[in-house]
Protein backbone atom coordinates (compact mmCIF):
# COMPACT_ATOMS: atom_id res chain seq x y z
CA UNK A 1 0.00 0.00 0.00
CA UNK A 2 2.82 2.45 0.38
CA UNK A 3 3.96 2.45 -3.00
CA UNK A 4 0.36 3.37 -3.80
CA UNK A 5 0.63 6.68 -1.76
CA UNK A 6 0.08 9.41 -3.99
CA UNK A 7 2.05 13.08 -3.24
CA UNK A 8 -1.41 14.23 -2.28
CA UNK A 9 -1.39 11.16 0.47
CA UNK A 10 1.79 11.99 1.80
CA UNK A 11 1.23 16.11 2.24
CA UNK A 12 -2.17 14.74 4.13
CA UNK A 13 -0.61 12.50 6.00
CA UNK A 14 2.42 15.23 7.07
CA UNK A 15 -0.25 17.53 7.98
CA UNK A 16 -2.05 15.11 10.35
CA UNK A 17 1.44 13.60 11.91
CA UNK A 18 1.71 17.92 12.48
CA UNK A 19 -1.57 17.87 14.16
CA UNK A 20 -4.05 15.21 13.87
CA UNK A 21 -6.99 17.30 15.47
CA UNK A 22 -6.60 19.60 12.54
CA UNK A 23 -10.48 20.35 11.12
CA UNK A 24 -11.07 18.43 8.19
CA UNK A 25 -12.47 21.69 6.39
CA UNK A 26 -8.66 23.04 6.97
CA UNK A 27 -6.99 20.05 5.73
CA UNK A 28 -8.79 20.32 2.40
CA UNK A 29 -7.96 24.32 1.90
CA UNK A 30 -4.27 23.29 2.48
CA UNK A 31 -4.63 20.60 0.13
CA UNK A 32 -6.93 22.64 -2.44
CA UNK A 33 -9.02 19.80 -2.25
CA UNK A 34 -12.99 18.91 -1.41
CA UNK A 35 -13.74 17.99 1.83
CA UNK A 36 -15.14 14.74 1.22
CA UNK A 37 -12.28 14.15 -0.71
CA UNK A 38 -10.01 14.40 2.25
CA UNK A 39 -12.88 12.28 4.44
CA UNK A 40 -12.04 9.85 1.89
CA UNK A 41 -8.60 9.78 1.92
CA UNK A 42 -8.53 9.86 5.46
CA UNK A 43 -10.90 6.77 5.97
CA UNK A 44 -9.09 4.91 3.27
CA UNK A 45 -5.52 5.49 4.71
CA UNK A 46 -7.30 4.50 8.19
CA UNK A 47 -8.53 1.13 6.09
CA UNK A 48 -5.33 0.53 4.59
CA UNK A 49 -3.74 0.76 7.45
CA UNK A 50 -1.38 3.35 6.84
CA UNK A 51 -3.02 5.23 9.75
CA UNK A 52 -2.92 3.20 12.61
CA UNK A 53 -4.50 5.43 15.22
CA UNK A 54 -4.03 9.05 16.74
CA UNK A 55 -2.15 9.59 19.94
CA UNK A 56 -0.80 12.27 22.45
CA UNK A 57 2.67 13.80 21.31
CA UNK A 58 3.77 15.80 24.52
CA UNK A 59 4.71 19.74 24.90
CA UNK A 60 7.60 21.55 25.18
CA UNK A 61 6.92 21.64 29.25
CA UNK A 62 6.47 18.49 29.89
CA UNK A 63 9.61 17.99 27.89
CA UNK A 64 11.59 20.38 29.69
CA UNK A 65 10.49 18.98 32.82
CA UNK A 66 12.01 15.28 31.82
CA UNK A 67 15.59 13.50 31.60
CA UNK A 68 15.08 11.23 28.68
CA UNK A 69 17.88 8.42 27.88
CA UNK A 70 18.68 6.05 25.53
CA UNK A 71 19.75 2.61 27.23
CA UNK A 72 21.32 -0.10 24.85
CA UNK A 73 20.35 -3.40 26.12
CA UNK A 74 22.80 -6.91 25.60
CA UNK A 75 20.80 -9.84 26.45
CA UNK A 76 21.79 -13.56 27.32
CA UNK A 77 20.92 -16.05 24.58
CA UNK A 78 17.57 -17.61 24.92
CA UNK A 79 16.09 -14.22 27.36
CA UNK A 80 14.98 -12.18 25.22
CA UNK A 81 11.49 -12.67 25.57
CA UNK A 82 11.68 -12.52 29.85
CA UNK A 83 13.35 -9.24 29.26
CA UNK A 84 10.83 -7.66 27.12
CA UNK A 85 8.21 -8.68 29.43
CA UNK A 86 10.18 -7.04 32.26
CA UNK A 87 10.67 -4.12 30.53
CA UNK A 88 7.05 -3.79 29.13
CA UNK A 89 5.84 -3.12 33.21
CA UNK A 90 8.09 -0.16 33.18
CA UNK A 91 6.12 3.12 32.77
CA UNK A 92 9.15 4.83 32.19
CA UNK A 93 9.91 3.34 28.83
CA UNK A 94 8.83 5.00 26.15
CA UNK A 95 10.07 2.76 23.00
CA UNK A 96 12.07 -0.60 22.57
CA UNK A 97 13.92 -1.49 19.20
CA UNK A 98 16.05 -4.68 18.10
CA UNK A 99 18.65 -3.28 16.83
CA UNK A 100 22.09 -5.02 15.39
CA UNK A 101 25.19 -4.55 16.92
CA UNK A 102 26.90 -5.13 19.89
CA UNK A 103 23.60 -4.61 21.81
CA UNK A 104 20.73 -6.39 21.43
CA UNK A 105 17.44 -3.53 22.12
CA UNK A 106 17.82 -0.05 22.17
CA UNK A 107 15.09 1.48 24.65
CA UNK A 108 14.07 5.52 25.47
CA UNK A 109 13.25 6.12 28.53
CA UNK A 110 11.92 9.52 30.39
CA UNK A 111 11.97 10.03 34.17
CA UNK A 112 11.02 13.13 36.09
CA UNK A 113 14.87 13.20 36.92
CA UNK A 114 18.24 11.85 37.32
CA UNK A 115 17.60 10.26 40.63
CA UNK A 116 14.40 8.33 39.08
CA UNK A 117 16.77 7.31 35.67
CA UNK A 118 19.89 6.44 38.09
CA UNK A 119 17.10 3.74 40.00
CA UNK A 120 15.50 2.60 36.63
CA UNK A 121 18.54 1.98 35.26
CA UNK A 122 19.79 0.01 38.15
CA UNK A 123 16.26 -1.84 37.67
CA UNK A 124 16.76 -2.25 34.40
CA UNK A 125 20.71 -3.47 35.00
CA UNK A 126 19.06 -6.34 37.83
CA UNK A 127 16.30 -8.19 35.49
CA UNK A 128 17.26 -11.85 35.12
CA UNK A 129 18.86 -11.90 31.34
CA UNK A 130 20.15 -8.62 31.07
CA UNK A 131 23.85 -8.94 30.55
CA UNK A 132 25.20 -5.40 29.84
CA UNK A 133 24.01 -2.15 29.23
CA UNK A 134 25.07 1.15 28.32
CA UNK A 135 23.35 4.61 28.37
CA UNK A 136 23.40 8.23 27.01
CA UNK A 137 21.60 10.75 28.51
CA UNK A 138 19.61 13.13 26.12
CA UNK A 139 21.18 16.65 26.74
CA UNK A 140 18.81 18.44 24.09
CA UNK A 141 17.23 17.31 20.91
CA UNK A 142 18.35 19.13 17.85
CA UNK A 143 16.20 17.69 15.37
CA UNK A 144 12.48 15.97 16.06
CA UNK A 145 10.22 16.01 12.84
CA UNK A 146 7.31 14.04 15.38
CA UNK A 147 7.37 17.36 17.58
CA UNK A 148 4.56 19.61 17.79
CA UNK A 149 4.48 22.54 15.68
CA UNK A 150 5.32 25.43 17.42
Known sequence: MIDALDATDRHLLSLLQ??????????????????????????????TGVIAGYGVRLGRAMEAASVRAYCSINVGAKTGVAVMNALKRLPEI?????????????????????????????????????????????????????????
Open 18 to 47: ANAREPVATLARQLGLARTTVVARIARLER
Open 94 to 150: EEVSAVSGAFDYLVLLRCADTEQLDALLDHIGMIDGVNHTQTSVVLSRKLDRRAAVA
